[in-house]
């Protein structure tokens, strides 16, 4: 009886949190950025976009992400991973996608890439069915803008309206691969001034941050945090040096779950573990470390439904970032290459 209960409180929870995210909280927070610190054309971009150009797309980019998150649930974070590093660099427009060949160099191999990003085959199957169904409509960087929604909400996390109709680019920026997007080894300062430099508030750092309630990260990016730092659990830090293992040297690829708690749940157990100082990066832990944004991990720790709010509005606001649109750029064929 008493679950019964509980499943029921949660589904009127879960309508209710709907109803706002649909009619309400994307739509005003959106607005806001128009009169305040977004440049591009967003507008441009429309959550109908595909509804007559080809109307099996989204259910399409759904099936098959969601099939490729229950053969490997972290796949759900690589691919959410895949759109932040496509819309810090030139904006939301796949150039993360595009392959090197000898006379180019993207940004796959830019250091915050090289051998860390995953799921880029995910894209490319979903994109040759979408070529089968509708041939030249449905670009790359919306599938990537689908698929990380699709990704968390595969993973127990709330869903969010994605805008459409991005164009995909024929450049990408090595240099700026490296230089905007985040370091683990940034302090919190460098962290707010790096996200402000794409528009983004220090709130929504911290909420774009809770994508860390999932996913891994190599020995060799939290090795100097767990041996070198005073502001981590000790017996956090002893069991990542034991059982991952990461030693002081050697076993640089080995992996960790940032959430040791629930690592393939989209929830808000990562401020939670950033409140008893298990965040597994350095830049994690400098979300809560006595600094301006301690009230807000402190909010998103209390209150999972907030988190899901701001996260899907900040989500939205990252698929804004200098679109590609109208006659610009172009429908890529293969999303590894330019047409
Ligand atoms: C706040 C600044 C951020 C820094 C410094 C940062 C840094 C990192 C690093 C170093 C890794 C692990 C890479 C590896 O070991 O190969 C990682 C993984 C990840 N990041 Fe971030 N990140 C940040 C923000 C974000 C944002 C905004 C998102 C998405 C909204 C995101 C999503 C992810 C996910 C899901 C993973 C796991 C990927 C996987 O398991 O394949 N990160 N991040
Ligand atoms: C990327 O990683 C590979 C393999 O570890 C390495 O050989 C290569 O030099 C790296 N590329 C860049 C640009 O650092
Ligand atoms: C930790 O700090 C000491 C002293 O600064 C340094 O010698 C050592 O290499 C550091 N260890 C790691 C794993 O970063």
Redesign the pocket.
């Known amino acids: 009886m008493a679950s019964v209960t509980h499943s029921m409180v949660t589904f009127f929870v879960l309508i209710c949190f709907i109803g706002i995210v649909s009619s309400s909280s994307v739509i005003p927070s959106a607005t806001t950025f128009v009169a305040s610190n977004v440049p591009t054309p967003y507008s441009e971009l429309s959550t109908t976009f595909y509804a007559t150009k080809c109307p099996q797309a989204l259910l399409t980019i759904k099936a098959y992400i969601t099939a490729a998150v229950w053969k490997d649930r972290r796949m759900g974070a690589s691919l959410l991973r895949l759109h932040f590093h496509d819309c810090f660099v030139q904006g939301c427009d796949a150039s993360v996608l595009l392959k090197d060949t000898p006379t180019f160099q993207g940004e796959q191999h830019a250091f915050p890439n090289n051998n860390s990003l995953r799921g880029y085959e995910i894209i490319d199957n979903v994109k040759a069915k979408l070529e089968e169904v509708c041939p030249n409509v449905v670009s790359c960087a919306d599938i990537l803008a689908v698929a990380a929604r699709d990704s968390v909400v595969a993973l127990g996390g709330l869903p969010w309206l994605v805008r459409l109709g991005r164009r995909d680019s024929t450049t990408a920026n090595f240099n700026a691969a490296n230089s905007d997007l985040p370091s683990p080894f940034l302090d919190l300062n460098g962290l707010i001034d790096g996200f402000k430099k794409k528009g983004f508030s220090a709130d929504e750092m911290v909420a774009l941050s809770g994508a860390h309630t999932i996913g891994k990260s190599k020995c060799a990016i939290f090795?100097?945090r767990i041996?070198?730092e005073s502001n981590i659990d000790p017996y956090y830090a002893k069991t990542l040096q034991q059982y991952v293992p990461c030693p002081?040297s050697g076993g640089d690829l080995n992996l960790a779950p940032f959430d040791i708690t629930t690592p393939t749940s989209f929830d808000n157990a990562y401020y939670k573990n950033l409140l008893k100082k298990k965040g597994l990066l350095h830049s994690d832990q400098q979300l809560y470390s006595g600094g301006s944004t301690d009230k807000k991990v402190l909010a998103y720790a209390n209150n999972p439904l907030l988190f899901s709010l701001d996260f899907a509005n900040a989500m939205v606001h990252m698929g804004n970032l200098s679109p590609l649109t109208g006659k610009q750029g172009q429908i890529r064929k293969y999303c590894g290459r330019v047409n």
């Open positions: 090795r100097k041996y070198n002081k």
